[in-house]
């Protein structure tokens, strides 16, 4: 929701501006600089306050829902934990509180060869360490969720230019995830996927855009084209 506070807080301080330089003599004028700068320093004060406050809300919207709707083998949110974060962030958006963001979709490869090969507890372990290695590579304020099976997604609400480095980043962690199992090196490999939401296309309609764009994770993976 809009920080009432913040522009109530601004609007308060631009009238008593005003309201001083009505009241001066043309003598005082000069000093009007020094009112404008405690204004301006006033302003970005409040400013700050505010986004330090929705910052501290994303945080606590994410471990509410963790506590919540948590995948009992990852510890991520499952699907009904992200689409409770859906709404959160489809309500942010019609607030104007959120200018959108990205949809990242994530299909952990070699699942099935390592069940069939290793047994279930060689998946559920690959399992475990990819979860751990997406969420040592992504934020706080990211939602990461384990959508079922070998599925894993990632909205981020951040501006486009943010993007890319960000991927490319977490390209170079999840192209090769190794771990030991029963004496043996094994290797997790990865399909991802990009695609933008805003307030003209829907979360889920993004989601829909970046499933369908996996690719095999290398690097320089998703070319700036996706992201139109």
């Known amino acids: 929701m809009r920080n009432d506070f913040l522009y109530s807080s601004l609007g308060q301080q631009s009238r008593r501006f005003e309201d001083r330089i009505a009241d001066m003599s043309l003598d005082d004028k000069p000093n009007t600089l020094e009112a404008a700068l405690e204004t301006i320093s006033i302003q970005q004060y409040l400013l700050l306050e505010a986004s330090e406050a929705l910052k501290k809300k994303d945080a606590l919207i994410i471990k509410t829902l963790k506590q919540a709707y948590s995948d009992a083998l990852t510890g991520?949110?499952?699907?009904?934990?992200?689409?409770?974060?859906?709404?959160?962030?489809?309500?942010?958006?019609?607030?104007?509180d959120s200018v959108g963001g990205v949809v990242v979709a994530i299909d952990m490869s070699r699942l099935k060869m390592l069940n069939d090969q290793y047994g279930h507890?060689?998946?559920?372990?690959?399992?475990?360490?990819?979860?751990?290695?997406?969420?040592?590579?992504?934020?706080?304020?990211?939602?990461?969720?384990?959508?079922?099976?070998?599925?894993?997604?990632?909205?981020?609400?951040?501006?486009?230019?943010?993007?890319?480095?960000?991927?490319?980043?977490?390209?170079?962690?999840?192209?090769?995830?190794?771990?030991?199992?029963?004496?043996?090196?094994?290797?997790?490999?990865?399909?991802?996927?990009?695609?933008?939401?805003?307030?003209?296309?829907?979360?889920?309609?993004?989601?829909?855009?970046?499933?369908?764009r996996e690719a095999f994770v290398r690097d320089n993976l998703i070319p700036q084209s996706h992201m139109r």
């Open 76 to 96: 991520l949110l499952g699907l009904r934990g992200f689409n409770k974060a859906i709404e959160y962030e489809t309500e942010s958006l019609n607030d104007g």
């Open 121 to 212: 507890a060689a998946g559920d372990e690959a399992l475990t360490i990819f979860a751990k290695t997406l969420s040592d590579n992504t934020r706080d304020t990211d939602i990461l969720a384990r959508c079922g099976g070998d599925e894993f997604i990632i909205m981020r609400n951040t501006k486009e230019n943010d993007v890319m480095r960000r991927i490319d980043n977490l390209n170079k962690h999840i192209s090769r995830v190794r771990f030991s199992f029963d004496g043996k090196e094994l290797e997790i490999g990865a399909r991802m996927g990009v695609a933008k939401y805003d307030s003209n296309i829907s979360i889920q309609e993004a989601r829909d855009i970046a499933d369908k």
